[in-house]
């Protein structure tokens, strides 16, 4: 094997022109020295890529980062015509800046307008010895794999901890009978396995309580339907929430059987039953809900002239049919997965009798399912969407071009599935039928999916997606309005430099700090702010508003981290910015908290403390322009600093008692502007 050597371009001494685009290799130790002209951008070959940058002309063309790092040592500047095909991670050193061109030619900077590119890395491969893996699962934090097979003589349930490079075997269940499938609660490490055909003790749905701590896992719960020893349960879907589940079987009269379900005692307790069509038995695995969780879609056996695709409409443990189809005459839906977007429902069929792959639309007013894609493929057991419902992975049960585990990129504008490349697979193994594949609920940088096939061997995939950008401890310097669709990241001590200009997130675009970081707006407009696209993802990050504006476009919820609003800095728009988070904001010395007309500023905490809107000294000010205050009965006391109230302002609280109520200290200064009208609702007190 030939060794591959880093690369070095340009030099500290002599000016070199770079006219056609240099690719970096999978090495750590590449250079952009100080004196390099780079006319047609660069290239990082994958997410083992790190250059570090010294350079000082502006970069020109096409940057594809390709999941890679850029360390800089001196600012990284863009200039037009500037193409940025595929991003990773830049880090600043804490000292160094990425600008960004006055006049961005057009105003989307990334965009996943077309198929993305991104690498499929096989993170560990064993074979168990087991004829046929049926079902996987990944628990609700990802580090725990649930693995069901036919076996009946060791046992067919098996639960894996996964470290994010192996498993490791934590439990097992010998239940006496074959699993078909097994799904992990959404919000409690309980799961549900059902299976068949059970007889006496070997129900066909048992139900486990999983001890992390302990590692031990304790039937809670069970059932058994129709003839013991004769009849199957073959699949099971909770409700989002966790508090319901649903069974499909192959029994006679009812082949759907719902539960509500106590995480308190891990009871399951049946709640309705449903025949479908002319007891039609599900398919195994063939059972999802819709994100709501007020549908879901159910696949079953073929039967001349009968659906095989069903849509269930699902409230409080009951169950509506809402509609049927059709796909082909005594044609079997053998797989079912409801993307998470909440419209999009992708199918596995016989291959045979109807095209392999197919993707609907569910329009939930017309209850109606209309086809957008088909695979002509042959026959398929497994589909499932990732997070975002931007990937497809689809299990196939005989040879295709490659390996019989596909994942596709799925383009709702174009309505069109890409297919992401051949998996790097051992040896010809994946060659065998495909029958599970699940993706772990994991939505950051890296998430993971599972594939169990025929002949016991079970595969963890990890996907980097190139098209997030993350920066760290950098200051980006924008010179005109961005607009940006695709993720952002920021992690360490970041700046957003605006320059005065606008920026806006749209469709999949969004802001988010990582955990034990800080990010600075400062003069930027973040423009159409709203739920999810400005978000710290925990409680260890922070967000700092210097000179600048949020605009809120819809209700916008503040949940984790803290602000800091610090100089001139202003929330405007005509909807709510409503405060959750149970740390402290600030509004600092000299500073001013700018509340826009029409603006609802709603103090709602999910802790019991008033005290969470924080004014450093009797520099800081509240000031109100036309908005509204509002306080749930946690209450809120503003204390220290200045309140400047001005046109039709309005102060509001849920109280019920004085204590819940808003209070204004006697400490705290409270200007009343000539021509302010000031309207109390509920409990407002002056201490």
Sequence with gaps: MPTVFSLTVGSNSAVSLQSSQPIFPTKTDNLMLGFARFENGFALTDYKTTCTYQDFFPMVGAVSLASGTLVLEEDFVLDNPLDVLSCGIIDGNS?????????????????????????????????????????????????????GTILTTTPPLGLYYFDGATLTLTQSWSAGIMVNCTRWNPKKNFLAT?????????????????????????????????TAGVDSAMAVAWHPSGTYLVVGTTVSTNQLFAYSFSSQTGLAT??????????????????????????????VAGAVANPQLYVYGFKGGKMTQRTSLNIGTAASVFAVDWSPTGTYIAIG?????????QIYAYDPVANTLTQKITLPQTLVNAVAWNKTGQFLVVGYTSALTGPNLKVYYFDKNQNTLTDMGPLHVPGGLLALAQNTVRWSHNNHYKNYFAAGDLGGNLAIYGYRLLDRLIFVDTKVIFNSDV???????????????????????????????????????EDVEFHNLRNSNLICMTDAASIVLKNSILTVANDYTFSRGSILFTQDSAICGTTKFIYTTRLASTIDSNSVLYLGYGMTFSYATRGTNKNLIVMTDPTSTLYMDGSTLYSTRTGLQLSTGSLILDNAVTLSSGARFPAEGISLKSDLIVDLLAGANVQLFGNIRVD
């Design 95 to 147: 000292s160094f800046a990425c600008e960004f061109p006055r006049a961005l030619l057009g105003t989307t900077l990334l965009t996943s307008g077309v198929s993305p590119t991104g690498t499929f890395d096989r993170i560990t491969f064993r074979n168990y010895n087991l004829i046929d893996i049926t079902s996987t699962d990944w628990n609700v934090s990802d580090d725990y794999l649930a693995v």
């Design 194 to 226: 059902v299976g068949g055909p059970g007889a006496g003790t070997n129900d066909d749905m048992q139900m486990f309580k999983f001890n992390v701590a302990t590692g031990s896992l304790t039937r809670t719960s069970s059932a058994n339907y129709g």
């Design 270 to 299: 049946q709640s309705d039953a449903k025949t479908i069509g002319t007891a039609q038995p599900v398919s195994r695995g063939a059972l999802s809900f819709a994100p709501g969780g007020n549908l879901f879609a159910v696949g």
């Design 349 to 357: 069929t016989d291959g045979v009798l109807a095209n392999g792959v």
């Design 483 to 521: 607009t940006f669709n695709l993720p952002v990241q920021f992690q360490g001590d970041c700046t957003i430099s605006g320059r005065g200009n606008k920026f806006d997130a749209i469709d999949d675009g969004k802001i988010v700090v990582r955990p034990d970081s800080t990010l600075t707006f």
